[in-house]
Nanobody
Framework: QVQLVESGGGLVQAGGSLRLSCAAS????????LGWFRQAPGKQRDLFAT???????SYADSVKGRFTISRDNAKNTVYLQMNSLKPEDTALYYC??????????WGRGTQVTVSS
């Protein structure tokens, strides 16, 4: 089993920055892709950043150029550097892992609130 724990959320003013972390434990050898999703109140949970085991990244247009996903395999941690934050980035941010068996694991989420 894989367990994921997010941290680093908080309240920030528009234009500011935050860095989220997601620490993985358990059967970490089974993890392939890692990703970040977010869910705003009343909206669906959306994927906006992914990183493969080999380090290839992809982003949704809404965050491209502002957010950077990275992973430190030695620390079993994936990071999300968020710059130039906007009020519309306010959401609960979730870490997601896809394992080699095809299953998905989720963290409990960390709240990001951007004030205008």
């Amino acid at each position: 089993q894989v367990q994921l724990v997010e941290s680093g959320g908080g309240l920030v003013q528009a234009g500011g920055s935050l860095r989220l972390s997601c620490a993985a434990s358990g059967s970490i050898f089974s993890i392939n892709d890692l990703g970040w999703f977010r869910q705003a109140p009343g909206k669906q949970r959306d994927l906006f950043a992914t990183i493969t085991k080999g380090g290839s990244t992809s982003y949704a247009d809404s965050v491209k150029g502002r957010f950077t996903i990275s992973r430190d395999n030695a620390k079993n941690t994936v990071y999300l550097q968020m710059n130039s934050l906007k009020p519309e980035d306010t959401a609960l941010y979730y870490c997601n892992a896809k394992t080699c068996s095809g299953s998905e694991k989720w963290g409990r989420g960390t709240q990001v609130t951007v004030s205008s």
